[in-house]
């Protein structure tokens, strides 16, 4: 089945490091490949998402690119903030939509702590 | 993108009782997904909800659990029954979105139950 890993953490970091979140993949044909954050106390928010390969999802200064070759989605971040502290969900959706194929598969998530 | 109302927010509960966790959505959607977050842990898909028919539920999830109603197209409840300490989780709903192409999420409920 389908299935996500995100690397291990917590990640602490300084305000204005660069940042790294892995994440890879295993599905059949070609998923969507999303990220979530969640910031504490709050729901899931979409942060990025792509839909084919080579695609490049960016919002709030994050990116991420859809490698077929690596099945990776890594999220990355030139300069992060303090107010980008967060759990970040790397997640994808299987190419059948029909039912309950249609769900996210989520990884286990990471914890992001950005001191000032 | 679609907005989903979710309440409540949290609860503490005694064991053997029974929750319900109502979700409300502005606009009219197909499926809705109900799921759970264990502590520190990822979220795992329960079961998905369409209007006019039962439930389907993900392996180790069952329905005299977790009964889930979906009388509309902008609702649907998720009933934690008979809980147990180790119910203690966030749960959460989620509808598709069509405009981002992602899914939309309610802001979750967090069970304790002592």
């Known amino acids: 089945g389908d299935s996500v890993t995100q690397m291990e953490g917590p990640v602490t970091l300084s305000e204005e490091a660069f940042l790294t979140i892995n994440c890879t993949y295993t599905a059949t044909g070609y998923p969507s490949l999303f990220w979530y954050v969640q910031y504490p106390g709050e729901g899931l928010q979409l942060l990025l998402k792509?839909?084919?390969?080579?695609d490049k999802g960016s919002n709030k200064g994050f990116e991420a690119t859809y490698r077929k070759e690596t099945t990776s989605f890594h999220l990355e971040k030139g300069s992060v903030q303090v107010s980008d502290s967060a759990v970040y969900f790397c997640?994808?959706?299987?190419?059948?939509?029909?039912?309950?194929?249609?769900?996210?598969?989520f990884g286990k998530g990471i914890t992001l702590s950005v001191r000032p | 993108s679609a907005v989903i109302s979710q309440k409540p927010s949290r609860d503490i509960c005694q064991r053997g009782t029974s929750l319900t966790i109502q979700c409300q959505v502005d606009?009219?959607?197909?499926?809705m997904f109900w799921y759970r977050q264990q502590p520190g842990q990822s979220l795992t898909l329960i079961a998905t909800?369409?209007?006019?028919?039962?439930?389907?539920?993900e392996s180790g999830f069952v329905i005299d659990k977790f009964p889930i109603s979906r009388p509309n197209l902008t609702f649907s409840t998720l009933t934690v029954s008979n809980m147990s300490p180790e119910d203690s989780s966030i749960y959460l709903c989620s509808v598709a979105d069509s405009l981002t192409g992602g899914y939309t999420f309610g802001s979750g409920t967090r069970l304790t139950v002592v």
């Open positions: 606009s009219q959607v197909t499926m």
């Open positions: 792509a839909t084919k390969a080579d």
């Open positions: 909800a369409n209007q006019g028919s039962e439930a389907t539920y």
């Open positions: 997640a994808l959706k299987g190419t059948t939509y029909t039912g309950a194929n249609s769900k996210l598969t």
